[in-house]
């Protein structure tokens, strides 16, 4: 059985967000990855933030990705860099190459677009990326050259409107995304779970792609994708890692042993 990874989100397990506590945490636990929330300063430090911030007095305090990476290099954990400024992407690329991270434990999610890889193809091979659904479906939609000025703005600002109503008849566009992915090179795609549903799921399986969810903090969300076939989801997103491991283990020991259930015992 090929295990989706437990990626620890910014935050687990009751620690700061976008502290070095919640990565040290993330080590402790024995997760297979961090993820963080990657962004500029005004004065061109990448530092880790969710909330885009306006001032260097703003961001001052903030745990710098550089003493993350720092942190991490002597573990075999890897990254998940969630790109909240696609503008920054070399500078994040340098850093990262700066200490020992290339496409084995470097993981980019967020907004990273189809524009940056169709300008430098190049790099997918320094990262492994988890593209976001809604940057495919923004390069669709805007592809179609029927949407208004009113529609460009919104689709910009709140891109997860348009992502709803795309995943409202997902099925008839999954040709496009499967077709897309593949001549970007991308071969992971990166949902939110709720909106993920078991023929989504199976449609991009069927197409080649795997995908990764986030972020599965619920235990009853994380059986519905688990539920899945699990071999081609690459990555499981989560505060609460201790109980994804726990359930991640457990379904391991039923794939294994079809008696498994039957025994009340091992169900404690």
């Not at 990565?23 to 997760?31: F, N, Q, Y």
């Not at 990262?96 to 990273?112: E, H, M, N």
């Not at 910009?156 to 897309?180: G, L, N, S």
């Amino acid at each position: 059985m090929n295990a989706p990874l437990i990626t620890a989100h910014s935050g687990c397990e009751g620690t700061e967000r976008d502290s070095l506590e919640s990565v040290r945490r993330a080590i402790d636990l024995g997760a297979d990855a961090v993820e963080v929330d990657v962004r500029m300063d005004p004065d061109g430090v990448l530092c880790l933030s969710h909330e885009k911030l306006h001032s260097a007095s703003q961001y001052a305090g903030h745990t710098t990705l550089e003493n993350v990476f720092a942190l991490l290099a002597p573990t075999s954990l890897s990254i998940n860099c969630d790109v909240k400024e696609r503008e920054h992407l070399y500078e994040l690329l340098s850093l990262a190459q700066r200490y020992g991270f290339d496409k084995s434990r470097l993981i980019l999610s967020g907004s990273v677009s189809p524009e940056q890889l169709v300008y430098d193809p190049s790099i997918i091979d320094r990262v492994t990326l988890f593209m976001n659904i809604e940057e495919l479906f923004k390069y669709l939609y805007l592809s179609k050259g029927e949407s208004s000025i009113g529609d460009f703005s919104r689709l910009m600002t709140e891109p997860w409107e348009f992502t709803r109503i795309y995943m409202k008849h997902f099925d008839a566009h999954v040709p496009a995304v499967v077709e897309f992915a593949r001549h970007l090179g991308v071969s992971v795609i990166n949902f939110p779970h709720q909106y993920l549903c078991e023929e989504h799921y199976a449609a991009l399986q069927a197409g080649g792609l795997s995908v990764s969810v986030w972020t599965v903090d619920d235990r009853n969300a994380l059986k519905r994708i688990l539920a899945f076939s699990v071999s081609n989801v690459k990555n499981i997103t989560t505060r609460q890692v201790v109980m994804a491991q726990g359930l991640l283990q457990t379904h391991k020991q039923e794939s294994l042993n079809p008696l498994y259930m039957k025994d009340p015992k091992t169900r404690a």
